[in-house]
């Protein structure tokens, strides 16, 4: 539902939109937030950032000190139904354990949320990679190898407008600056067939992704590979890992997962 049907709708509750929204707040770079900080991030008044808080507090999604918030483990709850019921992280699971076992490194399966990469499976091998990413991370899809191949999969049209809108924050020192740097990666997967971030999104960390086939317009996948800088140079880690992640990627696209 677009923005504007929203607004007509007579079955949407904005309530509850506020509310989710207040939550989504709350991520790797803000893991905990006081009210005025809350309201700059939302655009909401502070009163209505109060209510939102101390609701979400009192159904114990939010704890707080008397000043700041952070968010509690009931959220969990708010992702445990997908996990559950939808197929696509169980039956990815198997093939990310097998990737990750077979390159010792650590994979990852995303999808593109709000123009923004959704991890929703991951598997790390036994060189593990910790750079604090798991299952509901989000990342910037102009930088990231995961957001560049799923991109990939958009019109151009698409990509034009996505990256005249965004914005684009350093990551870190490497980081794409531009939308004419961030398009000319994105270009040059849909050319190749796969995708690099070489430590734009963290310092030390090189990534590389293949987006997933499908013919579904409204769900679209990738999944990707990642190794510390200083194991493997970006070019000895395409040469010995490419191939694997290709072939991961068409098994996925043979499960279906997301169709």
């Known amino acids: 539902m677009t923005d504007e049907h929203r607004n007509h709708s007579r079955d949407f ?7 989710l929204k207040v939550l989504m707040c709350f991520d790797r770079k803000h893991p905990k937030l006081n009210l005025s900080e809350v309201s700059q991030l939302t655009g909401y008044t502070p009163a209505t950032a109060r209510r939102l808080l101390l609701t979400l507090e009192s159904l114990d999604f939010l704890h707080t000190d008397g000043k700041r918030f952070w968010v509690a483990p009931r959220t969990l709850l708010l ?3 997908y996990l559950v019921s939808r197929p696509t992280p169980q039956l ?3 093939i990310l354990d097998t990737l990750a076992e077979h390159t010792r490194q ?16 991951r598997s790390t091998g036994r060189r593990t990679l910790s ?23 958009k019109s151009a049209e698409h990509v034009m407008h996505y990256l005249q809108n965004v914005t684009f924050e350093a990551w870190a020192p490497k980081t794409a ?7 000319e990666e994105i270009r040059l997967c849909r050319e190749r067939g796969w995708a690099a971030c070489n430590e734009e999104v963290e310092v030390g960390v090189r990534s590389i992704a293949v987006p997933i086939a499908s013919t579904s317009r409204h769900s679209m996948g990738a999944i990707s590979l990642s190794v510390r800088a200083e194991r493997m140079s970006m070019e000895s880690f395409v040469a010995t890992h490419l191939e694997a992640l290709q072939e991961a990627s ?9 169709e």
């Open 131 to 153: 750079t604090g990413l798991g299952i509901g991370s989000r990342l910037p899809a102009y930088c990231s190898s995961l957001g560049r191949a799923l991109l990939s999969q």
């Open 250 to 258: 068409d098994k996925l696209a043979a499960s279906k997962v997301f």
């Open 79 to 81: 992702a445990r139904p």
């Open 92 to 94: 990815a699971q198997p």
């Open 106 to 121: 650590s994979a990852s399966l995303a999808t593109l949320v709000d123009d923004d990469v959704l991890i929703i499976a």
């Open 13 to 19: 509750v904005a309530s509850l939109e506020k509310g």
């Open 177 to 183: 600056g531009t939308p004419q740097a961030a398009y």
